[in-house]
């Protein structure tokens, strides 16, 4: 059974930084598309960076220059490395794959940031 378990998120500050990590199960993390999503109160949840197989990166325009998505398949974890937060950085963020996979799911990690 496929498992995605985030953590790392967090209370910080403005200007600060977080670094989220995503501990998935061998199959995942070796062959597809992973991504980086995010659902702010109130808001649908968005996309917000991906990494290919291969390792080609994209960013949402918000995140773009502040967000670093890494994958490491020898630990099968994926890692969103978040500098020079913003408030509206505010949301429980998820990974999943690309096209998400409804049943891929997990609990999410909050990232508060206080301005």
């Known amino acids: 059974q496929v498992q995605l378990v985030e953590s790392g998120g967090g209370l910080v500050q403005a200007g600060g930084s977080l670094r989220l990590s995503c501990a998935a199960s061998?199959?995942?993390?070796?062959?597809?598309?992973m991504g980086w999503y995010r659902q702010a109160p109130g808001k649908q949840r968005e996309l917000v960076a991906r990494?290919?197989?291969?390792?080609?990166?994209n960013y949402a325009d918000s995140v773009k220059g502040r967000f670093t998505i890494s994958r490491d398949t020898r630990k099968n974890t994926v890692y969103l490395q978040m500098n020079s937060l913003q408030f509206e950085d505010t949301a429980v963020y998820y990974c999943?794959?690309?096209?998400?996979?409804?049943?891929?799911w997990g609990k999410g990690t909050q990232v508060t940031v206080s301005s």
């Open positions: 999943n794959a690309l096209p998400a996979v409804p049943s891929y």
């Open positions: 061998p199959i995942i993390v070796s062959i597809n598309t």
């Open positions: 990494i290919t197989g291969g390792g080609t990166t």
